[in-house]
Structure formats: C-alpha cells, structure tokens
C-alpha cells in the first residue's frame, strides 16, 4: 500500500493553482465544492469551528474527487499538527508565521525523528490504520509545509523565512496584514496592497511558490494575471451570502 500522491505539492512548481476557502464545518458543503473545479479546498481550523472529527468528515468528504485539501491549524502548535497530520491531512498551512526560527518549528512539526518532533504511530489514519507498513519511513515525501505572513514584522524577514528548507510556499494573509499596517477590515487600501505585491515580487524573485486569499474578484484577476501560484478565490461564506443576497435583491426589484 502507498502513501496518496500529494497532487498540490507536485503541482506547486508547474501550474497556478485555485482555490475555496471552507469555513463552515460542513462535509456535505465541501463535498459539493470539490465537484465545481477548484483545484484545492482550505480546511480551515482557525477561525473556524472545525474540530478534528469535523476535519476527518470532510477530508472523507472530499476524498476521490480531483481536489486538494489543505488544513490550516489553529496555531502552530505540535500536539494540533501531530493530530492534523495522523488523520491524513498532508497539506498545512501554518498561520502567523513571524521568522526563520518559527519556520523552522513549524516545519519540524511535520517530520518524524530525528529529522523533527513528529509524534510517532503506525496505526493513525494517514497510516491506513496500521495497514501501510511503509508510511512512517515515506509520509514525509508527500507533506506539504505552507506558511503564512500576516505582519509587517513578518513581511521584513520575508526572504529567511522563505528560505528554510522544509517550506514549500509562502501564503500572504491580507487580512491581518491589513490590521498590522493600520488598516483593519481594509485589506484593499494602497499601502496594504503595495505590501502585497512588494512580497509577491521578492518571493518570485527566490523561485518560492507564493499564496494568497481574496474575495474581491477584480483583484482576483490581477492575482492570476500576476502569477500567484496557488490562491483561494472565494470562501464558502462569501459565495453563499452573495448568492442568498442577490437572489432577494433580484425578485424584490
């Protein structure tokens, strides 16, 4: 038995990829998302209220269809990665990563000794429950280490970061880099987005795969147009409230 090809990180360095941003702990929402096209889903434990079983059920949910999960952690936290990882996730991305050294951790979160801190079991979920014997030597060939840049602190150490072997790409969280840079709730004001593509033009500059989430679709554009690598056009959210206030408006004209 093999380890699941990690499809997004094989397709990191060959092809942009789009995304949904899934919030509403939902299998059945993020079953239906993975039949519209985008090319990964973002499992969202952060400022969402997915629990592990939640997680488990939609990684089920997505399962078979030709979309990839990527599970954001609370926090970088070794117990919450440990726990992500065992029930299958092979694509995380960490929030608020500040600096190499953060980088680092996060990254050796993901890995089993001597190479990390991993937690070690053979029977988790990831492993088949015991059934592939070869996952513990080889799971580290498909995890994907994604970190996100959400400060102007963070934006300064942006190359170190960048650079720690084990990140596979660099995501750039608008929102709080809004509110970092005094801009809350206004991720559109020039100076955030001077910001942005500041860090956009730096990554591209290191050959590292970048990220972003925006749901205003004339920056969407710009951002394909740009070449962002991997980027969630919409939430699961965003598109249900436009959808539901739309309808109204349409038949109360």
């Not at 599970?71 to 996730?89: E, H, N, Q, T, Y």
């Not at 990254?107 to 053979?122: A, F, L």
Request: charged share 20%; glycine share 8%.
């Amino acid at each position: 038995m093999k380890i699941p090809k990690n499809l997004f990180k094989q397709a990191l360095q060959q092809r942009q990829q789009l995304g949904i941003w899934s919030t509403l702990s939902s299998n059945l929402m993020a079953e239906l998302f993975a039949g519209c096209g985008f090319d990964w889903i973002m499992i969202d434990t952060e400022h969402s209220p997915n629990e592990l079983p939640d997680l488990i059920s939609q990684l089920q949910a997505v399962h078979g269809h030709n979309i990839s999960p990527v599970v954001r952690p609370a926090w970088s936290d070794m117990i919450l990665v440990k726990r992500i990882l065992d029930a299958g996730a092979q694509t995380l991305l960490f929030p608020n990563v500040q600096s190499a050294e953060e980088a680092r951790a996060a990254v050796s979160y993901t890995r089993y000794p001597p190479e990390g801190v991993r937690g070690v079991t053979s029977s988790s979920r990831a492993a088949s429950f015991g059934l592939n014997t070869g996952y513990l030597a080889n799971a580290h060939h498909e995890i994907c280490v994604l970190v996100q840049i959400e400060t102007g602190e963070a934006l300064q150490h942006i190359e170190e970061i960048a650079n720690v072997p084990g990140v596979d790409g660099v995501f750039i969280g608008p929102a709080d880099l809004a509110a970092s840079l005094g801009h809350l709730g206004n991720p559109q004001h020039p100076e955030v987005q001077a910001a942005v593509d500041d860090a956009f033009r730096r990554l591209r500059a290191l050959g590292k795969p970048a990220g972003y989430l925006t749901t205003n679709e004339a920056e969407v554009k710009r951002r394909v147009a740009d070449g962002v690598e991997f980027i969630a056009i919409g939430t699961d959210t965003s598109i249900i409230t436009r959808g539901a206030t739309d309808l109204i408006r349409r038949v109360t004209e």
